[in-house]
């Protein structure tokens, strides 16, 4: 099966061409390019002249590089998303040749037959996930018969007789400000002030996710008729379907999203209401969100509830990849093809296919090389210098999909990597003789979800929960995973991006086992410090003030112990940062505790620390310049898990707010202009000690916070609510 773009095939030539200018280039590469990076873009940006100079004119040309750049110049801008594949390609070759020990331990471009396990499925589609074939059909008939539903119906409710399931499906939409409602992609972040979807964000990185703006917008106007239906339906212990076709899959989406955000109110407010978790089921939906919805729903362990059904060659799916200046008259015409209450006969759109088709797999390519690169660790600066003036589309794919692969088979996958690898892959030429073809083809099949279904019964089911030993060889003639590997038409470079998907999932499952067995560690420190904070109140002196003075060894053995917590926890940020370990770590309660218990003990001491080597002077304020992540992420755990709001539980820095304010009321003139702050803080310091979340060694008579607050007016002092606490 044949890459895009003919001028891959030549693989040879290229390689040649790039190690010629890479040799010519070797000093500099020595001089301190990052992986020989500036001397590889030079290399690469003048073999892809050379390359499409002989593709064009089939034969060497004889002029100078300068000559040939400049004859070129006005066609740049219509070859940007083809450089990009073919800067892409070179990278991803060469991450695959430094990591191929590793990832596969075996030479990738062997001819020699590969022995693997190989297994389909017994299972029946609705076994592998665990939903109902019967529940699938209808779900997928009544998506159809919603897009014929009166312009004023939002929506479509199927209750029948005897059944358990109650299913909710939406017209789709077929005016393209309904799929774009701005260039270049359509997408808004999600408000988080109130947060429309509170569960829709990276909690630690303080990230929301970002969505399509059109979709959210047709959701929210869709959402108060439906929501008394809703409720009804499970105060009859209803199961709850939510279902879709085209761009009604995304209002499923984030129904069903809505749906599990407000589950527990419904049950709290109705114990005898069904408790079965709801169901999403989409077919040829476009792409809804950025990653951290797919980060968000694993997290949530809602992942599962969402299932998507994609015909191999469905455009569909896809065509938010691609921007909508590169695509708009074609989505128009095809758009209007597809409309079910179009009442005008509209000759079938070969041309407007063929060009919308093109236009989408070319930047396809460029986002699935793009995230093929960073599955293989490729560090190369190169990237950020390509992403600066080439766009990607934010969309990802999310939950559990199931692609026709057209011969009686259906391929499951689950990992969200190796999903987008698939949409990219799945759709290519085998000749380009037949791109005409497949791009009608690529149209026409977006309607063919219920034919193809009727028989579910029958369909042989490949389940890729495991990404290792994947066969490479698309050899004719395999057998097992092999040939549904061929008939959902992935090449060998498609199955090594499968690889890495699986290979990046099991490095983050092995950086949670890494930092797991630092538990031990992280207990032992945390009894130290909180003996040390023992015998410093056992001496009526709060152990913030003592670390602070650094008098004795027991001081010096604190700090030590703080820095080297501060060590592990900051390894454990960095790769949340980085999103180096698995989506569900930020949900694990074992993991709150431990960091919330790590915040409350250690954190006094970072800011006693701050404060005493004068540190706010050079740098500023602690709460403002030099508050450590490691104590940000750890107060975002709590405060989401709690669901209470962001800096509700700041008790951890109380000393912080305390040096802030003892330096704005050296003159206690100021008090006026401090003394709403220092009523709220009394306010939460009340709350705090009575839930014990701070100590009473705060009150001690020599503590830095007692002697401030004896200096405030003795008729604020008289009527503050703390000093209960303090005369006492």
Known sequence: MSEPFSVLDKRIRFTRLILFYLRKGREEARSGCIVGGLTLERALSLTWIKVKVESTIGKYPKRSFTSLHNNFQERVQNLKQETFYLLYDLKIKRAIIINQAKLLNREIFSTSTITVVETMASERLGEVISMKEEVIKNACSIAMKAHKLPEKQLYLVEKN????????????????????????????????????????????NDQVATVNEAFLTRFQAILPQLQSEVVKAVADRKQIVFTGHSSAGPIAVLMTVWFLENWENFIKSDPSTSRMPPICVTFGSPLVGDFIINHALRRESWSHYFIHFVMRYDIVPRVLLAPLSSLEPELKTILDFLNPKCTIHIQEPTREASALYVTVMRNASSVASHAACHLMGNTNKLSDTLLSFIELSPYRPFGTYVFCTGDRELVVMKNPDAVLQILFYSSQLSSEVEGPEIALRSVKDHFNYQSELQNLETK???????????????????????????????????????CAAGELEKQKRRNQDKINKKKT????????????????????????????????????????????????????????????????????????????????????LDIANYYRHLKNEDTGPYMKRGRPKRYRYTQRWLEYALKISAGSSGESCFWARIEDLCLRTINMGLFEDVKEEILSLEKQVEKWVQNRELGDDIFFEDSTFVKWWKKLPQQHRSGSCISKFINN
């Not at 109650?166 to 997408?187: K, L, Q």
């Not at 495991?466 to 959902?488: D, F, I």
């Not at 152990?543 to 027991?554: E, F, I, M, V």
């Open 161 to 204: 007789r005897g059944s358990s399931d109650v299913i909710f499906s939406f017209p789709g939409s077929w005016t393209i400000s309904d799929w774009f409602s701005r260039s270049p992609f359509g997408e808004k972040m999600i408000d988080p002030h109130p947060p429309q979807f509170a569960s829709l964000r990276s909690i630690g």
């Open 460 to 498: 042989g089911v490949a389940h890729f929960d495991n990404l290792e030993g994947l066969p490479l060889s698309s050899n004719v003639g395999a057998a097992g995973l092999g040939l549904v590997l061929n008939n959902l038409g992935l090449s060998t470079r498609a199955r090594l991006c499968l």
């Open 521 to 604: 560690d992280i207990e032992k420190g945390l009894l130290a410090l909180e003996g040390y904070k023992t015998r410093c109140e056992a001496g009526r002196v709060s152990y913030y003030d003592a670390l602070k003075l650094s008098k004795d060894t027991d001081d010096f053995n604190a700090n030590v112990r703080r820095l080297e917590l501060a060590g592990i926890f900051d390894e454990i940020m960095e790769m949340l940062k980085r999103y180096e370990l698995p989506d569900e770590f930020e949900g694990h309660r074992e993991w709150i505790n431990i960091g919330t218990r790590y915040r409350r003990i250690v954190e006094p």
